[in-house]
């Protein structure tokens, strides 16, 4: 067995996991866990790059020996080099509302209708394409050199080259998802110099050597390579799907909750981009045609805002609370930024003529209610639009460990669910790096060794399919 180091960055923590595997075994253990906490300054919210990095040191040299290091992390943020490769402060965090009213400015040049043509990419306010336009012609950017994505810019740290990798690009709203290269005419049309992009990378090319000043500071010897995985952490997330042939759906939970189907090809069309479906880049030129939709982010809030009380006893109040009470749209940007989610969540319900949820218990099964129709809502959509009709729904990354959301979203969608593995953004990490290296086979056989190797728990659905059509209607006549 060798083993392979998975840097795994969400937006509220990061870990260094480490994955050994075998012609037939798969094992991953947790070797550092780290809080990533972003910080408001006087110019807006930013991340925390450096303890970010701090704790992607301090991981390896909790890894011990390892054949490869791989990383991948939440998408659309970057950071901006000088001419000397120095980072010209802090990335900018994605809730940050420089990006307010931003979009509207895009499509007086490029009509939504067009830029979704050409780059599949669904609405979303703080694509890297909004970002930059809102940092046009400000001092930092004329300054600028070199754009690195998150994950990008840590390997660059780690190993001294540079690279774009392809699945995270396709976050920016520049990338053909068709072609897998750029979309030089949106750039164009948009004044966006592509040439502060590093070259194109794909999940499974070198991405260098960890630096002498890195194996010294974490204990390593070298060499140890650095292997380009799916960096955008949904596309390694969706490379751990443990399915069983094509006509799945997936779910990958945690902050964010993304569904949808995996494709061979983009789906471009107008009812598709009304939809708001994304078509991101997979592995091996697969497309993740998928919905955002606002997550678990709802009730980490919810929690964050009620003192940190017990998890467990929450979800035993909230299963204990009468269902489709009152839902809200998990999609609705009104509940993107931070602070007084319990609040927002109980205005939207009486918005809209509901009953208000008051208690923590019951706000709780409101948000997975809700989650639950959205995810019924968003692979119903995804079949119909790509024409591609699924027998099973596979909940991976950290919700499906929450068994109420589970089997909600199966009586929601009418279909069985598969839960786990919970750590697949790491998983699908380390096996891209064990195939890199010719221990892992095609995305079937890899998926074959996941179903063998990790826990999953099945939940069939039950109950009565009206009351979800009901619960829908009540959120499509807001």
């Known amino acids: 067995m060798k083993a392979y180091a998975a840097v795994d960055l969400g937006a509220s923590s990061g870990r260094v996991m480490v994955g050994r595997v075998g012609p037939d075994a798969l094992e991953l253990t947790e070797a550092h866990r780290f809080p990533n906490r972003p910080v408001r300054v006087p110019e807006g919210l930013r991340w925390d790059v450096l303890s970010l990095y701090a704790g992607v040191l301090d991981g390896l040299r909790a890894a011990g020996p390892v054949d490869s290091v791989g990383i991948d992390s939440w998408a659309v943020d970057y950071g901006l080099l000088d001419a000397d490769g120095a980072l010209l402060g802090n990335p900018v965090h994605y809730r940050d509302a420089r990006t307010e009213g931003v979009a509207e400015k895009v499509w007086a040049t490029v009509p939504a209708a067009e830029l979704y043509a050409a780059t599949g990419l669904q609405y979303a306010p703080f694509n890297t394409l909004y970002q930059l336009t809102a940092e046009a012609c400000t001092a930092r950017l004329a300054q600028a050199r070199r754009l690195l994505l998150i994950p990008d810019l840590l390997s660059y740290w780690l190993t001294g080259e540079q690279g774009t990798e392809l699945t995270n690009a396709s976050t920016t709203q520049l990338i053909d998802p068709r072609t897998g290269d750029w979309s030089y005419g949106v750039a164009a049309r948009l004044g966006i110099d592509l040439e502060l992009f590093a070259p194109l990378r794909r999940p499974g090319d070198p991405a260098g050597l960890l630096r002498s000043q890195v194996l010294e500071e974490t204990g390593l010897t070298g060499p140890v390579p650095v292997t380009t995985v799916g960096s955008h952490d949904t596309a390694s997330a969706v ?61 980490q809030e919810c929690v964050r805002a009620w003192g940190d009380p ?34 927002r969540i109980a205005e939207a319900c009486r918005a809209s003529g509901q009953p208000v949820p008051r208690t923590p218990g ?36 950290g919700g499906a460990r929450n068994a109420l959301l589970c089997r909600l979203t199966a009586d929601a969608c009418g279909l069985p669910v598969v839960a786990g593995p919970t750590e697949a953004a790491a998983l699908g990490n380390v096996l891209v790096q064990a195939r890199a290296h010719g221990l892992a086979g095609d995305r079937a056989d890899m998926r074959r060794l996941l179903a063998r190797t990790q826990p999953l728990t099945r939940y069939e659905p039950r109950g009565d399919a009206e009351r979800w059509r009901e619960a829908e209607a009540r959120l499509a006549v807001r």
Request: glycine share 10%.
């Open 239 to 299: 490379a751990a799907v443990p399915a069983v042939g094509e006509h799945f759906a997936y779910i990958c939970t945690g902050t964010w909750s993304l569904a949808g189907l995996e494709l061979t090809a983009p789906v471009l069309g107008e009812e598709s981009r009304v939809a708001n479906f994304t078509n991101e880049l997979g592995l091996d030129g697969t497309v993740r045609y998928l919905r955002n939709i606002m997550g678990l982010w709802l009730l």
């Open 310 to 343: 017990d998890l467990g006893g929450l979800l035993r109040d909230a299963a204990a609370a009468p269902g489709l009470r009152s839902v809200v749209d998990a999609g609705d940007a009104a509940f993107l930024a931070p602070g007084q989610m319990p609040e």
């Open 362 to 397: 019951e706000i709780t099964r409101c948000i997975l209610d809700s989650l639950a129709l959205a995810h019924r809502r968003a692979i119903a959509d995804a079949q119909r639009l790509a024409d591609h009709p699924v027998d099973v729904v596979h909940i991976v990354g």
